[in-house]
């Protein structure tokens, strides 16, 4: 196997260990697959505020989120598309999330997610993620459920 495609395999593997990480509400594994502390995380997330810079303050969006799910989430990874070059790697998947939040509202989210990755040692982290959802350009209003 060449060094990209055992790069690629290693970027899908930390693709399915974050899903798994979600569906258990593990925040210390989800917090695994992120750039580690001390290193530049940039994310643009659907909620406010614009970016979350560093992991402390992604961890907390993490963490409030995962309170909102008191029973069983539903997270899924989909259509995951990963390159890789030595030290660098980029990816694009699609995520859908199922549950019933803290209020009683079922919820069924499909987001479009964009990613960058590198190589700390031998260690593949995101530093980089973007989501997102199409826009109803005639209403303005999201599509939360969009099969894209």
Do not use: C
Request: proline share 4%; glycine share 6%.
């Amino acid at each position: 196997m060449s060094a990209a495609n055992e790069d690629e395999a290693r970027l899908r593997a930390l693709e399915d260990r974050y899903a798994k990480a979600v569906n258990a509400k593990d925040l210390d594994a989800i917090m695994q697959v992120y750039a580690p502390d001390g290193e530049d995380l940039h994310v643009f997330d659907l909620v406010p505020p614009r970016q979350y810079v560093g992991t402390t303050a992604y961890r907390k969006l993490w963490q409030e989120f995962i309170a909102t799910f008191p029973g069983t989430l539903k997270f899924e990874i989909s259509d995951l598309k990963v390159r890789a070059d030595r030290t660098l790697g980029y990816g694009h998947k699609v995520q859908r999330i199922v549950g019933v939040d803290n209020t009683g509202q079922a919820v069924d989210i499909t987001l479009r997610v964009t990613e960058v990755y590198r190589k700390f040692g031998d260690d593949w982290r995101i530093v980089h993620e973007h989501v997102s959802v199409p826009v109803d350009l005639n209403s303005g209003k999201p599509d939360l459920s969009s099969n894209l």
